[in-house]
């Protein structure tokens, strides 16, 4: 069974950082991508940050570029989020994605693994 399983969510401060984890199990996904996703109240689910697991290539949404590292560690089957510089703007759920594909893709519709996601809310 695939499981894709979230940590590190929580309430912060704009300016603060957070780093979200994801851990992986089930399969190896050593020749996917994986993404992070976010999904706002009333708003539809966006795509943050992914990465090429076996290349390292990354891509960002313009709206975290220079702000957010998406990283991975194949000893731990792990991928991370680096948060820094947080605004409110950034609250949202934060979902782990994988799919089979080789390419990274923002589209919700390429994913074929996702986790139950972790709340991060940025709030003065």
């Known amino acids: 069974q695939v499981q894709l399983v979230e940590s590190g969510g929580g309430v912060v401060q704009p300016g603060d950082s957070l780093r979200l984890s994801c851990a992986t199990s089930?399969?190896?996904?050593?020749?996917?991508?994986m993404a992070w996703f976010r999904q706002a109240p009333g708003k539809e689910r966006e795509f943050v940050a992914g990465v090429y697991w076996s290349a390292g290539s990354t891509s960002y949404a313009d709206s975290v570029k220079g702000r957010f590292t998406i990283g991975r560690d194949s000893g731990k089957n792990t991928i991370y989020l680096q948060m820094n510089s947080l605004n409110p703007e950034d609250t949202a759920v934060y979902y782990c994605?994988?799919?089979?594909?080789?390419?990274?893709?923002?589209?919700?519709?390429?994913?074929?693994?996702w986790g139950q996601g972790t709340q991060v809310t940025v709030s003065s």
């Open positions: 994605a994988a799919s089979t594909s080789t390419t990274i893709t923002t589209s919700t519709m390429s994913y074929n693994y």
């Open positions: 089930g399969r190896s996904f050593g020749r996917s991508v």
